[in-house]
């Protein structure tokens, strides 16, 4: 009988072991995605069910090593700004928030912190301002679709720097000016040899 007892404890000591190793988001990544629930409205109801956002997990995000790795949330009716605490989630690869258009506000500058980022949709929100210059830090990104939005300015010269870029579209915006072209001094977007969508 005790026999039994100790090993339904060791069974049960090791399950709660499982779940405590296998749910826990990284602290720092955890912050940054209730950060961003606080200053969104219309987040989906997985989001309130808990206070992790890998555990059950939050829909629309994706994790691995308990790192958080893409954000999806296409089509939602999020509305509010996305402030620069995205900045935070430095194993991000996917960002789509497309198709938002209650997301305002200028573009926060720290996407350019998101050394890992691999695809960035913002198409069909409501973003106005200029794009950060700092897009053209994302060494790894590969697609960028900011159509669609309620961008202003010019196209920044350092999105040239983006080598592995194959899918840019930044139609349907109030952009001005000229697609910047490359100069002894700064990269254009004639260096974009690999962009097939301009
Ligand atoms: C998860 O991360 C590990 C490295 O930490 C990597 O080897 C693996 O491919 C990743 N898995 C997915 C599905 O991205
Ligand atoms: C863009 O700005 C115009 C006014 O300049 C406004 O009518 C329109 O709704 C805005 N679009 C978005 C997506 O915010
Ligand atoms: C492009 O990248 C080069 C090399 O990393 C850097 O020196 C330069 O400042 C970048 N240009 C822009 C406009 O960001």
């Not at 926060?108 to 830090?137: H, M, V, W, Y």
Request: with cysteine.
């Amino acid at each position: 009988m005790v026999q039994t007892f100790r090993v339904l404890l060791l069974i049960l000591v090791g399950l709660v072991e499982v779940k405590l190793i296998s749910s826990v988001t990284d602290p720092a990544d955890a912050a940054v995605l209730r950060s961003l629930k606080a200053q969104w409205k219309n987040t989906p109801p997985s989001w309130s069910k808990s206070n992790d956002p890998c555990a059950a997990p939050w829909e629309g995000v994706t994790c691995n090593n308990s790192k958080i790795t893409a954000l999806g949330l296409s089509t939602m009716g999020l509305t509010g700004k996305l402030s620069g605490d995205i900045g935070g989630l430095t194993n991000l690869r996917s960002l789509d928030l497309s198709f938002n258009r209650g997301l305002t506000g200028s573009l926060t500058p720290r996407i350019g912190d998101l050394q890992k980022l691999n695809i960035l949709i913002l198409a069909g929100c409501g973003f106005s301002g200029s794009i950060p210059p700092e897009l053209g830090n994302l060494e790894e990104l590969s697609f960028l679709a900011l159509n669609s939005n309620n961008f202003t300015g010019e196209i920044p010269h350092s999105l040239g720097n983006l080598s592995k870029l194959y899918w840019l579209d930044l139609a349907d915006n109030q952009l001005s000016g000229s697609i910047p072209v490359s100069t002894p001094n700064s990269p254009g977007l004639d260096l974009l040899l690999k962009a097939k969508h301009l």
